[in-house]
């Protein structure tokens, strides 16, 4: 059984009220003793009573009379003047306990609506956080009031925001820059080996290095597109239209028909209209990523079927070899793959599903998979708003 969580709202409300019923409780308490110190004495005011009204009554009895109607009008006064002590205090407590009821009752609507107020800066503080996304970095709270502990809470978590803007840019740019930098010099190397692979006197061994350096050459090209890619996804968008996510999937199933017929592999489709808003080309990428993903680590004989316009925005799901559970959420971290047959095309870079998600934020949606079942592969579920 999980312990009771109560808010801070709640605790200080409850520390609030509290606090009063204790110090009205004190009130009541030193009230209660003054009164009843104030009411004069039972036995003494009862025989001064007494003896001065049988006085009056009898002014010339002084022997025998006198003395037994002193004594019964004296017991007489002190039991009214008891009964009178007991009314005046009973009274006293009951009345002073329902204002005390009624005052506490009051007591903690006014803290509930303190603690309320004390907690607004705390509240827009969250409501900041939680609207905070790597493309909109740029809020800040910029809270106004005095100099207490909540302004300056406030501040260092601007502060805080600062600090990660400027990580954040700076990351996007390095990776930027580096990318495009590398493909300058890789663009020269391909185009090197393949002038000398033209030469008809070059050796059979020096053709088998200059294919294997093109292949290498390839897959690192793939690697630093996948990377800018992956750049600009995580900065956001910088224009959202829509569009139409049926037409685009209509679109890549049809590029990739040369390559699932060469694998074996048979792609299915079920394309429902389907308009999100958001970048058409980072869209199309993900929609290639997750078909080519599903053709590539696929098994001769086996089936790609895409789904658009269900609950999911796209479920894209593959026959092929299992894949445990604890190991899907890896495939989405950049240069990750299963160990074994998913391991076996060393052309991928391994950026895929990663790059998938990163779009897949940066229009607001998330990305998601589980195993296939007995025929093994993956399902991946793709929610776009």
């Known amino acids: 059984m999980k312990p009771l969580r109560l808010s801070v709202r709640t605790k200080l409300t409850a520390l609030y009220g509290g606090a009063f019923l204790l110090v009205g409780l004190a009130l009541l308490v030193v009230n209660y003793l003054l009164v009843s110190s104030t009411l004069p004495d039972t036995a003494a005011f009862a025989s001064n009573a007494a003896g001065i009204a049988v006085q ?43 204002a005390l009821a009624i005052a506490g009752a009051l007591a903690v609507l006014l ?32 809270l106004d009031g005095p100099d207490d502990e909540l302004k300056e809470l406030a501040d260092t978590f601007d502060g805080m925001l600062d600090r990660l803007a400027v990580s954040f840019d700076s990351q996007k740019r390095f990776v930027a820059n580096a990318s495009h930098e590398l493909r300058t010099p890789l663009a020269v190397q391909r185009t090197l080996v393949e002038v000398a692979m033209a030469d008809p006197d070059v050796s059979p061994d020096l053709r088998k290095i200059g294919e294997h350096l093109i292949y290498t050459n390839e897959r690192s090209e793939r690697m630093i597109e996948g990377l800018l890619v992956l750049a600009r996804s995580d900065r956001g968008l910088a224009a959202r239209g829509p569009v139409r996510l049926d037409e685009v999937a209509t679109t890549v199933i049809r590029s990739v028909a040369a390559m699932a017929e060469e694998a074996g592999v048979t792609v299915e489709s079920r394309l429902r209209p389907r308009t999100v808003s958001g970048d058409p080309v980072l869209l199309e990428r993900l929609v290639t990523n997750l078909v080519h993903n599903a053709i590539t680590y696929n098994r001769e004989g086996g089936w790609v079927h895409v789904d658009i316009g269900g609950a999911p925005a796209l479920v894209v799901r593959n026959t092929g070899p299992q894949v445990p559970l604890d190991a899907v959420p890896a495939l989405f971290e950049p240069f990750r793959r299963l160990s074994g047959d998913r391991t076996g095309d060393s052309r991928n870079a391994g950026l895929g599903l990663s790059i998938v998600r990163s779009i897949a934020q940066a229009h607001g949606g998330t990305a998601g998979a589980e195993p296939g079942g007995r025929g093994g592969g993956l399902v991946v579920r793709v929610r776009l708003p």
């Open 56 to 98: 009056r009554a009898s002014p010339f009895d002084t022997t025998t009379i006198l003395p037994a109607k002193r004594a019964q009008a004296t017991q007489l006064v002190a039991t009214s003047l008891t009964e009178y002590r007991s009314d005046v205090l009973a009274t006293l407590l009951w009345q002073s306990l329902v």
């Open 111 to 142: 803290g509930w609506l303190m603690a309320s107020r004390v907690l607004r800066p705390l509240h827009q503080i969250t409501s900041t956080a939680r609207k905070l996304e790597v493309e909109n970095l740029d809020r800040r709270i910029d």
